[in-house]
């Protein structure tokens, strides 16, 4: 079992950063991709990035995203973070990070077999 637990979010304006960050625990995460994903309040849950599992591994991004966050991990801290720049209100959600034991980094969210309990990140204009 993984218990994944999310941090950093918090209230920024726009133009601003956040870095997120995601601390696994009870298993190692070093072999799973992890994924972050995102849900605005009234709307769907939706990928945002995701990175495999090797060190160098591939990352991925939603294309509203793509140029403005950046994924990493940091394996030996069992952390995954997610680099937030340039946020717009838009980016206003709950932030979960997951795992996907299978290490693909897929952005199918029934490929995750993990979810942390998500951290608020509020956008201002």
């Known amino acids: 079992q993984v218990q994944l637990v999310e941090s950093g979010g918090g209230l920024v304006q726009a133009g601003g950063s956040l870095r997120l960050s995601c601390v696994g625990s009870g298993r190692t995460i070093s072999a799973y991709a992890m994924g972050w994903f995102r849900q605005a309040s009234g709307k769907e849950r939706e990928f945002v990035a995701s990175?495999?599992?090797?060190?160098?591994?591939?990352?991925y991004y939603a294309d509203s995203v793509k140029g403005r966050f950046t994924i990493s991990r940091d394996n030996a801290k069992e952390t995954v973070y997610l680099q937030m720049t340039s946020l717009k209100p838009e980016d206003t959600a709950v932030y979960y990070c997951a795992a996907d034991k299978h290490g693909g980094g897929t952005f199918i969210q029934s490929e995750y077999d993990y979810w942390g309990q998500g951290t608020q990140v509020t956008v201002s204009s």
């Open positions: 990175i495999t599992w090797r060190r160098s591994g591939a990352t």
